[in-house]
């Protein structure tokens, strides 16, 4: 089986267990690193949004170089280790302000002596995936907040052909206990990579796969936690009927540009400035694709699964304006209510059967490590993967964005995603030696 099959023939599983793969790193990550402990310490906003926190750098000019050094070669090592083509990352902390980092290619060229190859940047977009889901959860709090929705509301009266629509609340989509199905069905699998590749899906025709779903809803609401992307369509579609405007117009408003996230947008609908991001599949070198450069296959979304993803995982970004959006939602005063939102946790757990529990909160997954709450969320839409993780206590935020899988060390089967927490792991420990001194 060749690795385009193996993407489609593999995808449904996939889109059901990334974010239980990035649950279950945080477990073993949490049990195994015990020593990675965040000071507190004041947050501070970045020099490009006033996110109404105070920050002053401990160090200095020349050991933020030196730290600026550490964190590079840490990202180097890791991309090259992940076999991925380009990644950047964001990291922001106290005692250093917010640094931002890019490695590798943002494309590769099957000519590099006349056409170099394109160097990807801090400023150049990538596709973050369920990072998207943050964002949602806080436009949605917001709206609550105003008056124009209620988060106990059934959502019946938005989307009744769903079962269980008369019991299933906005706060259950938010923290994925609703039990609505994926619509990453097998047969819809197949028209968004066979039939219709080119073809741009309406969030409800897709909402309506989720609806008629042949084993129904995964369970009844509020009594399991069940991953599903089809929780923030929906939530994407409620937005807009009770604004009455575009999802990615008052994500603009009220997101992006308040705080300055000139390289972040919604695709799916609109035109990525630039154009789509080129992902890539390391197959090894000895795959006879025709397209591959030293093992590394491009793959470039297509719109069908851009635009089916769309609220729930279309999002593109940088880390470094994630890093900013992170900080402005948990750190100022001006989102202070809707974070309090966000950080409620549902009564079931998104992974309890291990070393650690992760919780589920609203477009977020809480945490405790060494004694102190931990936040984040990962994202994949293939080959991209994203991964944000927050620490309240200290402020410290790491941001990462990758565009490449890895299949070639279990062709037999399917593709891996990279390892995000480990290169977390390692930036937090050089961030932690800067707060205590190292």
């Known amino acids: 089986m060749n690795h385009s099959a193996r993407k489609r023939a593999k995808l449904t599983t996939l889109a059901k267990s990334a974010v239980s793969v990035f649950v279950f790193m945080l477990a073993v990550s949490v049990f195994t ?47 090259e280790n992940e076999r991925i083509t380009g990644a950047s990352m964001s990291v922001f902390s106290s005692a250093t302000g917010q640094i931002d980092l890019a490695s590798g290619f943002a494309k590769l060229s099957i000519d590099p002596d006349r056409f170099p190859d394109d160097v990807l940047t801090v400023e150049s977009p990538m596709f973050a995936g369920d990072l998207a889901h943050t964002l949602v959860a806080a436009l949605v709090i917001q709206l609550a907040h105003k008056g124009a929705l209620a988060l106990d509301a059934s959502i019946a009266n938005w989307y009744p052909e769903i079962e269980y629509a008369r019991q299933i609340t906005v706060r259950n989509m938010l923290d994925h206990t609703s039990g609505i199905p994926t619509f990453y069905t097998q047969d819809f699998v197949d028209v968004l990579y066979e039939q219709e590749p080119f073809i741009a899906q309406l969030p409800d025709r897709v909402i309506a796969v989720a609806a008629a779903a042949p084993a129904g809803a995964y369970f009844p609401p509020g009594t399991e936690y069940g991953y599903s992307k089809t929780n923030f369509l929906v939530l994407g579609r409620i937005i807009e009927i009770v604004t009455g405007q575009p999802l990615e117009a008052l994500l ?68 470094s304006d994630i890093t900013r959006l992170v900080q402005a939602i948990f750190e100022s005063t001006e989102f202070a209510a809707v974070a309090r939102e966000m950080l409620q946790i549902a009564e ?28 984040g969320q990962f994202g994949f839409i293939y080959p ?45 420990k050089i961030l932690d030696g800067v707060q205590t001194g190292r």
Do not use: M
């Open 33 to 79: 690193c015990c020593s990675n402990s965040g000071s507190d310490g004041d947050a501070g906003s970045s020099d490009r949004a006033d996110t109404g926190s105070v920050s002053e750098k401990t160090v200095s000019d020349a050991q933020i170089a030196t730290i600026q050094a550490e964190l590079q070669v840490a990202l180097d090592s890791w991309r």
């Open 252 to 319: 603009r408003e009220r997101l992006f540009e308040p705080l300055g996230l000139d390289h972040t947008y919604l695709a799916g609908r609109e035109r990525i400035p630039g154009g789509t991001p080129l992902g890539y599949e390391y197959v090894g070198p000895g795959t006879a694709a025709p397209t591959a450069i030293d093992g590394h296959v491009p793959q470039t979304p297509a719109i069908s699964v851009i635009s089916a993803e769309w609220a729930s995982g279309a999002l593109v970004s940088t880390p």
């Open 348 to 375: 079931h757990a998104a992974e309890d059967s291990g070393p650690v529990i992760v919780d589920s909160g609203a477009g977020v997954f809480v945490w405790t490590e060494n004694g102190q709450q931990v936040v």
């Open 384 to 428: 991209f993967s994203a991964q944000f993780t927050y620490w309240p206590g200290s402020g410290t935020i790491i941001t990462v964005i990758a565009n490449e899988v890895d299949s070639s060390r279990n062709p037999s089967t399917n593709f891996l995603l990279p390892v995000i927490e480990n290169l977390t792991k390692e930036a937090k």
